[in-house]
């Protein structure tokens, strides 16, 4: 399918003042100076302002661009985006108690708390997009569904939910009181797969579909999802800016970190089956998107002051 022109005429979504109101150091242009972070309450409090409502989003017209428009070799290449999403909010909504828990201050508890209904609610939105659609054949539930789509995975994706979170997370199940590997859990779940991986697919994936003018209800949800996100990533950045800026043993404990994952997490964004040094995501080129999803790290590290001190990562061969 050919990409049409970008017709748009306002400012560019992440422009727009609610995504604006995260102040993600992401969506701040990097000459801007310093970025003035929000703290946990003013978090919590932009949560309340920015609640939407899967129930009320209309995917009629996604049902027949789905069926009719998308070519149907072209719609199981995009299953895989759209299973990783979909199965990746299921697994962060399932691993992000524990975390909330060891969260040593009631008001990083509280907003944890709102992030885990929203996660919830993600859930929910991919459910009903799948079913209202007709994207799968034959699968009933949302577990059916689920379990449906994992072949569409790659193993650097199971390698970084399924043993790197989740080993970090049954570890402060165990001992809520682990603050480095609160440390570990919050810079691979806030800073990599929501920030880095998540934040960056949705970039790509909503661009792609303003420009061809397709699947309006999922647009309009998976715009929701994203402004979700930053606010999360926001977190996240408070969090490891209080813990990590001024105490250089956190620091490094943050750093190490990020070198372990960041080869793995590199890996979750190439498509199934693709060549990992060259592949696409729908019509973006493998350097564009790693551009993108390692100069929104940068600035955010550059924000928490513990700048990387690696350059961009290869993939893994
Ligand atoms: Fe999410
Ligand atoms: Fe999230």
Not at 182 to 207: K, N, S
Request: with cysteine; hydrophobic share 40%.
């Amino acid at each position: 399918m050919e990409a049409k022109e970008a017709t748009r005429t306002g400012p560019s979504r992440t422009e727009r003042e609610d995504f604006q109101a995260t102040s993600d150091p992401a969506l701040q242009s990097a000459d801007q100076g310093k970025v003035k972070l929000l703290g946990y309450d003013e978090l919590y409090g932009l949560w309340e302002r920015q609640q939407w409502l899967t129930q009320e989003l209309d995917f009629s017209q996604d049902r027949t661009d789905w069926h009719e428009k998308i070519p149907e070799e072209e719609r199981y290449q995009r299953l895989y985006g759209l299973s990783s999403f979909f199965i990746g909010e299921q697994k962060v909504a399932d691993e992000l108690g524990p975390m909330m828990r060891a969260a040593p201050l009631e008001n990083q508890r509280i907003f944890l708390a709102t992030q885990i209904a929203d996660e919830a609610r993600h859930v929910r939105f991919f459910d009903r997009f799948f079913e209202e659609v007709g994207v799968l054949e034959n699968a009933g539930e949302l577990r059916q569904r689920l379990d449906a789509l994992e072949e569409n995975l790659n193993p650097a994706f199971n390698e970084l939910f399924d043993d790197l979170l989740k080993s970090r997370v049954d570890r402060l199940a165990e001992e809520p009181g682990d603050q480095k590997a609160l440390i570990e859990a919050v810079t691979l779940y806030h800073m990599v797969i929501e920030g880095m991986l998540a934040l960056t697919g949705q970039h790509f994936i909503i661009d792609y579909l303003e420009r061809n003018d397709l699947l309006p209800g999922f647009r309009e949800g998976f715009g929701n999802v994203a402004r979700d996100e930053h606010r999360h990533v926001a977190y996240g950045t408070w969090f490891l800016k209080e813990r990590c800026g001024s105490d250089p043993a956190m620091a490094e404990r943050m750093r190490a970190t990020l070198h372990e994952l960041l080869p793995v997490a590199s890996g979750v964004l190439v498509p199934k089956g693709a060549d990992p040094e060259n592949w696409t995501l729908l019509d973006y080129s493998s350097e564009q998107v790693n551009e993108f999803a390692f100069k929104a790290l940068s600035r955010r590290l550059k924000a928490i002051g513990v700048p990387l001190l690696v350059e961009q990562p290869s993939v893994p061969a």
